[in-house]
């Protein structure tokens, strides 16, 4: 079996082909839905998928790696093959995708001198380490060796961040030292800028954009007049924030059009075919002056829906590419089934402040640290101090905060701070003895930019009142992966709080939940975080997978950290919100 580059063309076994491709990531998409997912590429007239690699869901802990579940690449990619797919892999070390730390793993920002996206000797070494049982994943899938894997990416628009060439040239290295011996690839933007700085030799250069295809390619036909032109990320849809005041759609029309274009240009791969889901703390934030975390849905407006429904958008595509391939294509998939299971009540209540000891364990600091010096990655983190002294309407002060504080006295909430805020203060009352207490949410970090390496929980000077600092603090990490131990009783007056009830389910189905009357939190159901909510929206409802239900009870624990609205019951419908 061969794959190669030959001018500006590829071939497949002595063919020339023309790459039709779709992008799914492992990561966001449950493991039972992938098979259903790639009937679907193929009934639309694809002939390839593309992923993605999160470095930072792979090695949680430094080398501690985890290729298991939705994170079984090696399963994703043999699926893929037994639909008839051919597989592009985009392991990183770096790759954006609205994803926390652009998919780099936390602990990083807690290494000395560390830079990341260059030639620092500890990155390349971690970034190596990380490869290097990637690719024992996957080498023996690399078409080169009858598997479907035709291409990797060595970096992901580089030239939009720096311009180490010797990084980039370490990485090809790398790739081909660990016996990676497919073609190469970098995307990038479509500057003649951010080619000189993004791509290398050795490595096909591609580009992502969403639109005015001739215009897009005017640089890179410039450049590299004689190398196949790809679009690695033609953008169909676009991703939300929190705050922003609409669900982001994209027209079917115009997106066909695009499809027309750069297939009678090229090859593509469209950005997203399904884009799935941010559970847990997963999503990631754009930070330029304001900071704007991504919301848990990560539908894109691609050609499937977040829990895989045909959109309009892949009707129109499918017979533009059906015209453009000359032949029938195979009946399109139904869509999975919906169910609605209805209300569920939160009859329990396990308050925060008096569960920090049995969910952490304090670690005391002269001041408040970042949440990365307390070896904590994600969640939230409270910070805890006796006051010495009396304070009437007294000013608290935080020179940095990543992301969302509240700030109590006793149990008493004194006020919240977000980073988007004028003014990063509050103001407090309290008598000697009380406990001061900060709790801060990490909101997820920046995935693209120079503000990426910016850290967690309190992370510059805490003052009060007159810039005094004051000093002896317990820090109570809390990453929330393990909520077993809570203890729980009915009443509760504490406005940051966990509440966990049931529900029953008679035919296990994909589902939506709704939180009306909550405010801010996120939801665990059957010991699987499914996400963050937050009632800014404009996500409104959170999607809950089939393969994470039961028959029978299912448990739901819901912390809520800025306080009810109403009654403590949610309700499962069979149809998402995204506004």
């Known amino acids: ?73 090696r399963k994703f990619v043999k699926t893929a093959e037994a639909e008839g797919l051919m597989v592009i892999v985009r392991p990183g070390p770096y790759i954006c995708a609205e994803w926390e730390f652009g998919g780099l793993p936390w602990w990083l920002l807690e290494m000395e001198n560390m830079e990341i996206r260059c030639s620092n000797p500890t990155y390349m070494k971690h970034f190596e380490a990380y490869l290097s049982a990637m690719f024992d994943q996957i080498r023996d899938l690399l078409f080169t060796n009858g598997g479907p894997i035709i291409m990797l990416q060595c970096e992901n628009e580089y030239g939009y961040y720096g311009d180490d060439k010797e990084y980039l040239k370490s990485l090809y290295d790398i790739y081909r030292k660990h016996g990676i011996d497919v073609p190469l690839f970098t995307s990038d933007g479509t500057s003649e800028v951010n080619l000189l700085d993004g791509t290398i030799e050795g490595c096909l250069p591609t580009l992502n954009f969403g639109s005015r295809v001739e215009d897009n390619f005017r640089a890179h036909d410039k450049l590299f007049p004689n190398s196949p032109k790809m679009c690695m990320e033609m953008w169909n849809g676009w991703f939300d924030a929190w705050g922003d005041g609409f669900h982001h759609k994209t ?10 274009d750069m297939l009678t240009k090229g090859s593509l791969n469209m950005y997203m075919f399904i884009g799935g889901t941010n559970f847990g703390f997963t999503s990631g934030a754009n930070h330029y002056d304001k900071f704007k975390p991504d919301v848990t849905s990560y539908d894109y407006d691609a050609m499937l829906t977040e829990c895989g429904d045909i959109t309009e958008k892949y009707k129109m595509a499918r017979e533009v590419i059906k015209k453009h391939i000359g032949k029938e294509l195979p009946e399109i998939p139904k869509n999975r089934e919906k169910r609605a299971y209805g209300k569920a009540y939160l009859t329990e209540r396990a308050g925060l402040f008096n569960n920090l000891d049995k969910i952490s364990s304090p670690i005391f600091s002269n001041v408040p640290k970042n949440m990365e010096w307390y070896g904590q990655g994600y969640g939230y983190i409270a910070y805890t101090t006796t006051l010495n002294r009396d304070y009437q309407n007294t000013t608290v002060t935080f020179a940095e905060i990543g992301d969302r504080a509240h700030v109590y006295i006793n149990d008493i909430l004194q006020g919240i701070v977000y980073i988007n805020d004028d003014a990063l203060k509050t103001t407090i009352n309290a008598k000697k003895g009380d406990t001061l207490t900060i709790l801060v949410e990490n909101m997820g970090r920046a995935n693209f930019g120079p503000k990426m390496m910016r850290k967690k ?56 939940l709704y939180l009306d009357n909550f405010k801010k939190g996120f939801v665990v159901i059957n010991g699987f975080n499914i996400g963050r909510y937050w009632e800014i929206g404009p996500q409104v409802s959170l999607y809950v997978p089939a393969s994470i239900l039961k028959e029978g009870e299912n448990e739901i624990i819901v912390f809520e950290s800025d306080g009810l609205k109403g009654e403590a019951v949610v309700e499962f419908k069979d149809y998402p919100t995204l506004q």
């Open 1 to 73: 079996m061969d794959f190669k580059i030959d001018g500006k063309d590829f071939y497949k076994d002595g063919e020339k082909i023309k790459i039709i491709s779709g992008a799914v990531h492992y990561f966001r998409n449950m493991p039972g839905n992938w098979s259903d997912i790639f009937k679907k590429m193929k009934a639309m007239g694809l002939n390839c998928v593309e992923t993605y690699c999160a470095w930072n869901m792979h090695e949680k802990k430094i080398g501690e790696f985890d290729f298991s579940g939705n994170l079984d690449i």
């Open 251 to 260: 027209s079917a029309e115009d997106y066909a059009k695009v499809i027309d």
């Open 457 to 512: 929980g309190i992370s510059g000077r805490f003052l009060m009142g007159d810039n005094i600092i004051h000093f002896n603090w317990n820090a109570y990490p809390m990453p929330m992966d393990n909520l077993s131990l809570l203890e729980y009783g009915k009443e509760f007056n504490e406005p940051s709080c966990f509440m966990r009830g049931s529900f029953t389910v008679d035919t296990v189905a994909d589902t939506f």
